[in-house]
């Protein structure tokens, strides 16, 4: 194999170190710094995809290496978060192991994308690092909202968010995938609505935007798809 193919390999790692890293961080209790490498490995995803395209590199090896990594940082990393983040906020001791829903139907999920030929142009079901990056910057949205922080200091809201979105994970909702085929603005105009919204819930908010980012993003599909179906 060349060196230049494996280049994107070695940011998929990157992606998978990061991850790793960060479940050290959360099992030390350290829960905000696991939820910045969750984003760190959303970048590594994107630019290992990225590069993959522009040196023509492409392979069967990089898509199966990208999906292991993906399962730790975006499946079991989250995961972690939302399971300490409810331990610490309950005493019963059988509530947080509820919310590992969210590795087990990522691994499914991850599963069902490599051999499902649908999603060329448009995702089925919420991908991966939407959730992850959902659950790790979910506490930087409730700081900006005290209505939200107080929701989010209740153990069962995990619960039932880790369920909701696992859920999503795994469902044959049709999403809007930034894969832009042409440039024209009737061919894109969720994709361009997504963006700007993006763009400012991010000036906003900061990192606390993402979650509104990621259910913007919900709402637009469904809208795309009413549109499209009707």
Excluded: H
Excluded at 62 to 68: C, T
Excluded at 80 to 93: G, H, M, P, S, Y
Excluded at 150 to 157: A, C, D, E, I, Y
Excluded at 199 to 205: D, E, K, M, V, Y
């Amino acid at each position: 194999m060349s060196i230049k193919s494996q280049i994107p390999n070695s940011l998929t790692l990157l992606n998978l170190l990061s991850g790793v890293i960060g479940i050290s961080f959360v099992l030390n209790g350290n829960i905000q710094s696991g939820a910045f490498f969750i984003v760190l490995s959303a970048v590594f995803d994107f630019f290992d995809g990225f590069v993959a395209r522009i040196l023509k590199v492409s392979g069967e090896l990089g898509k199966q290496l990208d999906s292991l990594a993906d399962m730790v940082s975006f499946g079991v990393l989250p995961g972690f978060i939302a399971f300490e983040t409810c331990r610490q906020l309950t005493d019963l001791k059988w509530l947080p192991y509820l919310t590992l829903i969210i590795p087990i139907l990522s691994a499914y999920r991850l599963a069902k994308f490599n051999i499902d030929t649908r999603q060329s142009d448009r995702f089925i079901g919420l991908p991966t690092p939407a959730n992850a990056l959902f659950f790790s910057t979910l506490p930087f949205l409730g700081e900006k909202w005290n209505f939200l922080d107080g929701v989010l200091q209740n153990p069962w809201s995990w619960m039932v968010l880790s369920w909701i979105f696992s859920i999503l994970l795994v469902s044959e909702i049709p999403l809007i995938a930034l894969k832009f085929k042409s440039f024209k603005l009737s061919d894109n105009l969720f994709r361009y609505s997504l963006l700007g919204l993006g763009a400012i819930l991010l000036l906003i908010f900061g990192i606390g935007g993402i979650p509104l980012i990621i259910v913007s993003y919900l709402i637009l599909s469904l809208l795309e798809n009413a549109i499209g179906t009707s």
